[in-house]
């Protein structure tokens, strides 16, 4: 065969991926019971894919020559794949159930909901957003409108009241896109539906019919369910495969999201944690190689199992993948008993082995030395080893519970990964020893900025997770160590960064012991602080 190495994997992926389908789509078909829809669903995966594979099968014959006693194939490097073809009018169509970009399927694996009753919806809203008229048929629904005009107030509401959906503006003031992270992650609003307008604002305003149709699909939806559920990323560009895998797991209990190419990929893990990841190789814009790389160098999937799939049984891509940090690699077509074992397997492993930190699952203590030692490895690369320490923190755990203290180290955790991403290097670290207390890796010349930046955004975060009285007297009232009466300052973050400029650490113990005495200084001093240890 004359085409290149690439245009062999092609044809082998335009053979093997209605296998795959087909396959895949048996394996549901096995289990679907009486489920009538899914299986007509399934009969037609079938029926296409069926197709697709008469056509590559068509085209093999048509250059197959016998030459000697050998029969040789000799292929054009432009070859047809079926799935760009219009399908012959017998043939059921795909569009039905094509996957958009960042589609979720939660689990199949329970009873539906209730429909919803009537519930007190609180509105971080800006009167102009929502017209009288809009307001008099939400409450002509039989629900109760309470509205918050900033968005501390809104903040202090969500908790005493508890209400059935949050409807946030991003754009109210000035602490409202905190209080979006912070919704999510306080345990005294993460299972109350938020509705952000930001998605449902145009030039025309807002868009009222998807506004209503969004509050009841929010009321609707079993949050707390989907909350517990792991998580797995499908990304193939291939729609029948990715909606059988993501069909199969979610009969599984899991829940799932898809992706069709590597762009959206390493977009998305920025924005949501991901228990695991199948990642295909072959992808319309960037090969799966390169998304595994990026995904190995971003802090949110450094340690995230990822399955690789292809349709190419190659050795050498399996060794590649490996090295590159995959933790298993899959041929097509594979049987759906295979791939949830293998699933299964990966998850146990990375439980077992990955050193992630559970609350946060950033690298824990072993990767985080592995890190540093990769720097002192590197002679010619200066960089900063930072220490990033919550003061306070004991005083706010024993006032408000371990369960809000759980969402400091949890925000704080998200703080430093949103601004090593923004102001540091691609390949710049962020840890978690433990409780309170991070790890921030960066180069001499970002560190500056880095640190600046996350006291920044901490300072700003850290009063709205408190009540109102004591957002406003600036001080909690508890017990020292020593069981006496005092007060306590509001959450800051001490930052001890210890600099390879002057004294180029030799191990990683040495770091560690240098940022002891700096530590100390910095607990004497008020409020959030920024020492560097030249």
């Known amino acids: 065969m004359n085409s290149s190495s690439a245009d062999l994997d092609r044809f082998v992926h335009a053979l093997i991926s209605p296998l795959t389908a087909l396959q895949g789509a048996v394996g549901?078909?096995?289990?679907?019971?009486?489920d009538e829809q899914r299986s007509l669903m399934l009969l037609a995966t079938i029926e296409r894919n069926i197709e697709r594979l008469r056509v590559a099968c068509d085209q093999i014959l048509e250059h197959a020559?016998?030459?000697?006693?050998?029969?040789?194939?000799?292929?054009?490097?432009?070859l047809i794949d079926a799935a760009a073809l219009p399908l012959p009018t017998t043939v059921a169509q795909p569009h039905p159930y094509d996957l958009p970009v960042g589609l979720s399927l939660p689990s199949d694996n329970h009873s539906s909901p209730p429909?919803?009753?009537?519930?007190?919806?609180?509105?971080?809203?800006?009167?102009?957003?929502?017209?009288?008229?809009?307001?008099a048929e939400l409450e002509a629904r039989g629900h109760r409108l309470v509205w918050a005009a900033h968005t501390g107030d809104g903040i202090d509401?969500?908790?005493?009241?508890?209400?059935?959906?949050?409807i946030l503006d991003p754009d109210l003031d000035d602490q409202a896109r905190l209080a979006a992270q912070i919704f999510g992650e306080d345990p005294e609003t993460k299972m109350i539906p938020l509705v952000l307008l930001s998605d449902l604002i145009g030039a025309g305003g807002l868009n009222v019919m998807s506004f209503l149709e969004q509050i009841d699909t929010s009321l609707d939806g079993d949050r707390s369910r989907r909350r517990a559920m792991q998580h797995i990323l499908i990304v193939d560009d291939e729609p029948d495969i990715a909606y059988l895998i993501a069909a199969?797991?979610?009969?599984?209990?899991?829940?799932?999201?898809?992706?069709?190419?590597?762009?959206?990929?390493?977009?998305?893990?920025?924005?949501?944690?991901?228990?695991?990841?199948?990642?295909?190789?072959?992808?319309p814009d960037i090969d799966g190689f390169t998304v595994l790389g990026g995904l190995r160098v971003q802090p949110e999937t450094q340690l995230t199992p990822i399955i690789l799939l292809s349709a190419i049984n190659s050795s050498a891509d399996k060794v590649r993948g490996l090295q590159l940090g995959a933790d298993d690699y899959i041929t097509k077509p594979f049987s759906d008993v295979e791939l949830n074992a293998r699933v299964q397997a990966a998850m146990r492993r990375s439980e077992r082995e990955g050193g992630a930190n559970p609350s946060t699952r950033l690298p824990g203590n072993v990767a985080?030395?592995?890190?540093?030692?990769?720097?002192?490895?590197?002679?010619?690369?200066?960089?900063?080893?930072?220490?990033?320490?919550?003061?306070?923190?004991?005083?706010?755990?024993?006032?408000?519970g371990f369960l809000k203290g759980d969402a400091v180290i949890q925000r704080t955790a998200q703080i430093l990964l949103d601004t090593v991403r923004e102001y540091g290097n691609p390949d710049?670290?962020?840890?978690?020893?433990?409780?309170?207390?991070?790890?921030?890796i960066t180069s001499l010349d970002r560190l500056d900025t880095v640190c600046n930046k996350a006291i920044e955004r901490f300072d700003a975060t850290a009063p709205l997770l408190y009540d109102r009285e004591a957002r406003t007297r600036g001080?909690?009232?508890?017990?020292?160590?020593?069981?006496?009466?005092?007060?306590?300052?509001?959450?800051?973050?001490?930052?001890?960064?210890?600099?390879?400029?002057?004294?180029?650490?030799?191990?990683?113990?040495?770091?560690?012991?240098?940022?002891?005495?700096?530590?100390?200084?910095?607990?004497?001093?008020?409020g959030s602080v920024f020492i560097v240890d030249e």
């Not at 429909?115 to 009288?132: D, F, N, R, S």
């Not at 509401?157 to 949050?166: C, S, T, Y």
């Open 157 to 166: 509401m969500a908790r005493q009241m508890r209400p059935g959906l949050i």
């Open 475 to 526: 001080f909690i009232s508890g017990q020292d160590r020593q069981g006496r009466a005092t007060t306590f300052p509001l959450l800051s973050i001490s930052i001890i960064a210890v600099s390879s400029r002057l004294r180029p650490p030799s191990h990683p113990g040495e770091v560690a012991q240098r940022s002891v005495e700096p530590k100390k200084r910095a607990k004497q001093i008020p």
């Open 65 to 78: 020559e016998l030459v000697g006693d050998q029969i040789r194939v000799e292929l054009p490097a432009t």
């Open 28 to 34: 549901l078909l096995r289990r679907s019971k009486e």
């Open 248 to 283: 199969q797991f979610a009969g599984e209990g899991y829940l799932t999201t898809v992706v069709g190419s590597g762009t959206e990929v390493l977009r998305i893990v920025r924005e949501q944690q991901f228990d695991l990841i199948l990642l295909d190789l072959l992808l």
């Open 428 to 440: 710049d670290f962020v840890g978690h020893i433990g409780g309170d207390d991070f790890v921030v």
């Open 368 to 400: 985080i030395e592995r890190a540093i030692s990769r720097r002192i490895d590197q002679y010619d690369t200066g960089f900063a080893v930072c220490y990033c320490d919550l003061d306070n923190f004991k005083a706010y755990n024993d006032t408000y």
């Open 115 to 135: 429909p919803h009753e009537a519930t007190v919806l609180l509105l971080l809203v800006g009167p102009e957003i929502i017209p009288p008229a809009l307001a």
